[in-house]
């Protein structure tokens, strides 16, 4: 089965950083060794480094993290490595630019994803807008960010643009929510002629069963482009007697039609189990928010955050993961 990916990547000329599965490991996704990658102190002021986006840029990597500080604030940085896990990040929190006094009053911003799309890398989080919303800007050099308009109304979360347009419109996943952590949670398809106005939403899939996906599910990483579809990497949420417990699931969507579901897993790929995932600030949370790839090789690095507290990596590749996505879909 073919995995070869047909999706122009983001200007790099790094290798991804890359573990081969251990002897003896059958897991379709399996974690780094050197987990957790980044610690919840490596700025001296964050209380917790977790829930993080991660592209190719120039001759390495850069990012936008969620450093929550010593406050309890939470609020986003920009970040640079050369290999994707030794990191150079920035002390202070971006400061948005805007002509708009009114779009720069936010309260919070957590839990980014970053997007290439075509001459600039975009930023999607959830912008504290009277209530989580999500909030869009971009750069080019991970040093300056503008601000964008806020994509929808309060409540919103999720917010995860795909890698090119569709059908000629900028393109968006994103989880309709409330005030709260809330116990119910859909992912929904929108579109947009320029990054501004976003309309034409179409559900795409929401909770199912009684297991790891029962409660609440939201899109993970940017979608990776196969032959055979979208690959979208998800977290999906189970309201044990204990509180939620975030696990990772995958699903294939539609090129052109994207709220088409083909496959989606019935088994996660991966669930907290790891003293670093089962205990932080919030304990039993797996949360992918970035998944680097190599079309030559289909190596596929992904970074989740642990607990809330502290930024994971796990490896794949293409065509195991395709191959599982669809032997065991719901």
């Not at 000329?13 to 599965?21: N, V």
């Not at 592209?55 to 850069?62: E, I, K, L, Q, T």
């Not at 996906?213 to 899109?219: H, L, R, V």
């Not at 044990?240 to 699931?249: A, L, Q």
């Amino acid at each position: 089965m073919s995995g070869n990916l047909i999706v122009t990547p983001g200007p790099t000329s790094a290798a991804i950083p890359w573990e081969e599965r251990p002897e003896g490991c059958s897991d379709i996704v399996w974690r780094s060794r050197r987990n957790p990658v980044i610690p919840r102190d490596l700025l001296a002021t964050s209380n917790s480094i977790f829930n993080s986006a991660v592209v190719p840029f120039r001759d390495g990597y850069a990012g936008v993290f969620r450093c929550d500080d010593k406050r309890r604030c939470m609020r986003l940085h920009f970040g640079k490595s050369k290999d994707g896990i030794t990191w150079d990040m920035e002390p202070q929190p971006i400061v948005f630019e805007t002509e708009d006094e009114e779009t720069g009053k936010f309260e919070y911003a957590y839990d980014p994803r970053v997007c290439w799309i075509e001459d600039r890398y975009y930023i999607t989080w959830c912008n504290g807008y009277h209530g989580p919303t999500i909030g869009v800007g971009y750069t080019y050099d991970f040093e300056r960010c503008c601000l964008l308009e806020n994509a929808f109304l309060p409540y919103n979360r999720n917010g995860v643009l795909f890698p090119r347009r569709i059908n000629g419109k900028f393109a968006m996943l994103s989880r309709p929510s409330d005030t709260g952590h809330t116990k119910f949670g859909d992912i929904f398809y929108s579109e947009s002629p320029d990054m501004i106005h976003w309309g034409r939403h179409r559900f795409v899939m929401g909770p199912v069963g009684d297991g790891w996906q029962s409660t609440k599910i939201g899109a993970g990483p940017v979608p990776i482009e196969t032959e055979e579809g979208w690959l979208l990497i998800y977290h999906g949420v189970l309201n044990s007697c204990n509180g939620f417990v975030y696990s990772t699931g995958a699903a294939l969507l539609d090129l052109e039609e994207p709220w088409k579901v083909i496959y989606r897993t019935a088994p996660y790929i991966l669930s907290p189990q790891m003293l670093y995932e089962c205990v932080g600030d919030v304990p039993n949370v797996g949360f992918p928010c970035a998944a680097l790839h190599d079309k030559a090789t289909g190596q596929i690095a992904v970074y989740y955050g642990a607990a809330d507290t502290v930024t994971c990596m796990a490896y794949t590749r293409m065509d195991l993961l395709l191959d599982f996505v669809r032997d065991n879909s719901i």
